[in-house]
């Protein structure tokens, strides 16, 4: 990982997050993290997977991966004779007893009531074009935090191009990447947003800024925090009282639901969202999915009342 990170391969942010998971593999079980890998048994193993059931799937999930490379690196360079995570029947990824997180996305009338409030209360809040843009676009806060307001934006195509994205460095200050999670390396192409009327306005409301020496669309004195926009957010939750939870990520799964809401396909949906394998996309909305779902099943029955279908048997 240290080669990947200094031959740029991977940047200081997933550089920092793989250090973690490895502080993680120390903390559960120092025994395994010190042991040389030729005498790591499958039972070693299994001990540890064990211990780790208390993470969340995703955490689960980073470590799993991370030691099943580890051995087959080790396998390649002759270290050990046999890679035990080949039996994927015996040697499978733990799953975490944390109870599944729902996502959480603001109901219609929570939306209209946010939308009302930065529209009059907090018009004049710094904060409000950077939550609109988020709820109207889908895109991650990091994205719409790293915009460049000469590069990115195109009023004449209508489109809004994701290049870059916030990241932190190995002092852990912000910074902005060129590495973004939608770059398709396919087409050599960045992700791009349509700008539709409702977008247009942020934006061009947001352009009659100040420039600033970074070209970025939002600027305060510098880089603008992630942390700050989730600061403000818990600050008007409690003044308003909007909903049980208010943070940036909120708006990303509160557009998704209202594209599915509206009949937006899947495949479509996982453009929008820059994700990289439409499973994610399935995986991450499926209950809302489900609830679309259940909707068009009950249009069907009504069609199929209507039409004189119902069988008697």
Same mark, same amino acid.
């Given at each position: 990982?240290?080669?990947?990170?200094?031959?740029?391969?991977?940047?200081? *942010?997933?550089?920092?997050?793989?250090?973690?998971?490895?502080?993680?593999?120390?903390?559960?079980?120092?025994?395994?993290?010190?042991?040389?890998?030729?005498?790591?048994?499958?039972?070693?193993?299994?001990?540890? @997977?064990?211990?780790?059931?208390?993470?969340?799937?995703?955490?689960?999930?980073?470590?799993?991966?991370?030691?099943?490379?580890?051995?087959?690196?080790?396998?390649?360079?002759?270290?050990?004779?046999?890679?035990? @995570?080949?039996?994927?029947?015996?040697?499978?990824?733990?799953?975490?007893?944390?109870?599944?997180?729902?996502?959480?996305?603001?109901?219609?009338?929570?939306?209209?009531?946010?939308?009302?409030?930065?529209?009059?209360?907090? *018009?004049?809040?710094?904060?409000?074009?950077?939550?609109?843009?988020?709820?109207?676009? =889908?895109? *991650?806060?990091?994205?719409?935090?790293?915009?460049?307001?000469?590069?990115?934006?195109?009023?004449?195509?209508?489109?809004?191009?994701?290049?870059?994205?916030?990241?932190?460095?190995?002092?852990? &200050?912000?910074?902005?990447?060129?590495?973004?999670?939608?770059?398709?390396?396919?087409?050599?192409?960045?992700?791009? !947003?349509?700008?539709?009327?409702?977008?247009?306005?942020?934006?061009?409301?947001?352009?009659?800024?100040?420039?600033? !020496?970074?070209?970025?669309? @939002?600027?305060?004195? =510098?880089?603008?925090?992630?942390?700050?926009?989730? =600061?403000?957010?818990?600050?008007?939750?409690?003044?308003?009282?909007?909903?049980?939870?208010?943070?940036? &990520?909120?708006?990303? &799964?509160?557009?998704?639901?209202?594209?599915?809401?509206? =009949?937006?396909?899947?495949?479509?949906?996982?453009?929008?969202? #820059?994700?990289?394998?439409?499973?994610?996309?399935?995986?991450?909305?499926?209950?809302?999915?489900?609830?679309?779902?259940?909707?068009?099943?009950?249009?069907?029955?009504?069609?199929? *009342?209507?039409? #004189?279908?119902?069988?008697?048997?």
């Amino acid at each position: 990982m240290e080669y990947k990170y200094y031959t740029n391969k991977i940047c200081a *942010r997933t550089f920092c997050r793989t250090k973690e998971v490895i502080k993680l593999i120390e903390k559960n079980e120092p025994n395994l993290y010190s042991m040389p890998i030729q005498k790591i048994t499958r039972e070693h193993l299994k001990i540890f @997977f064990r211990s780790i059931t208390k993470y969340s799937n995703s955490t689960i999930d980073k470590l799993y991966q991370l030691i099943r490379k580890a051995f087959r690196k080790a396998l390649v360079r002759k270290l050990i004779l046999e890679d035990p @995570f080949l039996d994927e029947d015996d040697m499978f990824k733990p799953k975490s007893t944390r109870p599944s997180k729902f996502i959480e996305a603001l109901t219609v009338s929570e939306q209209k009531r946010l939308i009302d409030i930065l529209s009059t209360y907090e *018009r004049d809040s710094f904060y409000k074009n950077i939550i609109l843009l988020q709820m109207y676009t =889908g895109m *991650r806060i990091g994205e719409v935090l790293a915009i460049n307001r000469l590069c990115d934006i195109s009023f004449e195509n209508k489109t809004l191009a994701v290049t870059k994205t916030l990241t932190r460095d190995l002092n852990n &200050h912000l910074i902005i990447s060129n590495k973004t999670k939608t770059f398709d390396k396919n087409k050599n192409a960045n992700r791009m !947003v349509k700008i539709t009327p409702t977008i247009s306005k942020i934006l061009k409301s947001q352009l009659k800024t100040m420039n600033n !020496v970074e070209n970025l669309l @939002f600027y305060d004195d =510098g880089i603008v925090s992630p942390l700050k926009v989730n =600061g403000y957010l818990y600050k008007i939750n409690r003044r308003y009282n909007i909903c049980n939870h208010l943070s940036t &990520h909120v708006f990303r &799964h509160t557009y998704a639901t209202r594209c599915i809401e509206s =009949g937006m396909s899947s495949k479509v949906l996982q453009r929008k969202l #820059g994700h990289a394998n439409i499973t994610t996309t399935l995986d991450t909305y499926a209950s809302v999915f489900a609830k679309f779902e259940d909707n068009e099943d009950d249009k069907y029955n009504r069609y199929i *009342r209507k039409e #004189g279908l119902i069988i008697n048997l």
